[in-house]
């Protein structure tokens, strides 16, 4: 079965600095999706980034990119230039197959609490 | 943009009774899901729906959890006998290849 570690249960950075968040999964499939998800204290969960796994390019979104180095299981989210917004809890999940090749269930792996300091 | 929308916000319930929670998924998804998340844990996957059936469900969808769409629209996850250990916040999302998954805001559930 699949699973997704974050071992980093709390991080800061102060603004406008760079944090590096970590997460490390295991699995026996080739191909997969891979994800990071922002929840601030509302508890909404957001999409932040997304990577497949078949693709050798690092995702980015603005500010937001990652690390993911497919030998090795990791799959890291670097945010450049920290603001205070960014505070949240930030998890890291992994798609399964389904047996409809699509839609998948989302593995999540522990959240990592990041807060921003001004 | 379109939006996975979830009521109600709060619902605080007697251990024992029933309680449903509603979700109206994205129109043109064709997946959906329930997802609930403990205060201070990791968000747990409960069940997908596919095709107006259960295409998978975890450990935790025990037999007091059922999952319908009774209309098209409205998504619910009905938990027959609540216990204490239900208090959590539940999410449902709803997924299109393009799209990917969208997740609603959630329903806080507190069994009193």
């Known amino acids: 079965a699949q699973t997704v570690t974050q071992s980093q249960p709390e991080m800061s950075v102060q603004e406008a600095e760079t944090v590096t968040l970590s997460c490390t999964y295991d699995?026996?499939?080739?191909?997969?999706?891979l994800f990071w998800y922002k929840q601030p204290p509302s508890r909404q969960m957001i999409l932040v980034i997304r990577q497949e796994a078949y693709k050798q390019q690092n995702a980015t979104e603005n500010r937001f990119s990652v690390n993911f180095q497919k030998a090795a299981k990791s799959f890291s989210l670097k945010i450049s230039d920290s603001q205070l917004g960014d505070a949240a809890m930030y998890f890291c999940?992994?798609?399964?197959?389904?047996?409809?090749?699509?839609?998948?269930?989302?593995?999540f792996g522990q959240g990592t609490e990041l807060s921003v300091k001004p | 943009e379109p939006e996975v929308t979830q009521t109600p916000s709060h619902q605080v319930t007697q251990m024992g009774q029933e309680v449903i929670l509603r979700c109206v998924p994205i129109s043109n998804h064709l997946y959906f899901y329930w997802y609930r998340q403990i205060l201070g844990q990791k968000v747990e996957f409960l069940v997908s729906?596919?095709?107006?059936?259960?295409?998978?469900k975890s450990e935790i969808f025990d037999d007091q959890f059922s999952v319908e769409r009774p209309d098209g629209s409205n998504f619910t996850l009905k938990i027959r006998s609540t216990k204490l250990e239900d208090s959590a916040m539940y999410f449902c999302a709803s997924y299109r290849l393009v799209d990917g998954y969208t997740f609603g805001s959630g329903t806080r559930l507190t069994v009193v």
């Open positions: 699995t026996s499939e080739s191909d997969y999706y």
């Open positions: 729906f596919y095709n107006n059936e259960i295409s998978e």
């Open positions: 999940a992994y798609r399964t197959e389904s047996p409809y090749n699509q839609g998948g269930k989302l593995i």
